[in-house]
């Protein structure tokens, strides 16, 4: 059976840094696409980054400069750097995974091109 994991989240300053990371387990990951998603209170789910099996990238507008995506195939590990965080950045962070041998749908951050979810991480951002 699948699982992805989410770990890292936590309460930062404005400005602060938190890498997440998360785990796969179940599945050699390395074929599939890999997103990053978050969703506030009272706010829709909104993609945040995708990594695809051959490296490439794709931000969303508002944290590009800031989010770095990438992922260690050997770890099966799926990471996201969150460098300058701001208190728009607070939400439940997801990460996710395409089926297998699937690329990262288009557009990239649309969820529903994800078949598998973690659980979540918390990432609160006080300014």
């Known amino acids: 059976q699948v699982r992805l994991v989410e770990s890292g989240g936590g309460s930062v300053q404005s400005g602060g840094s938190l890498r997440l990371s998360c785990a796969v387990s179940g599945y050699t990951y390395s074929s599939s696409c890999m997103g990053w998603f978050r969703q506030a209170p009272g706010k829709e789910r909104e993609g945040v980054a995708s990594i695809d099996s051959d490296g490439s990238t794709t931000y969303a507008d508002s944290v590009k400069g800031r989010f770095t995506v990438s992922k260690d195939n050997a770890k099966n590990t799926l990471y996201l750097q969150m460098n300058s965080l701001k208190p728009e950045d607070t939400a439940m962070y997801y990460c996710?995974?395409?089926?297998?041998?699937?690329?990262?749908?288009?557009?990239?951050?649309?969820?529903?091109?994800?078949?598998?979810w973690g659980q979540g991480t918390q990432v609160t951002v006080s300014s």
């Open positions: 996710a995974q395409t089926l297998p041998q699937w690329p990262c749908p288009v557009p990239a951050l649309m969820s529903r091109g994800y078949a598998r």
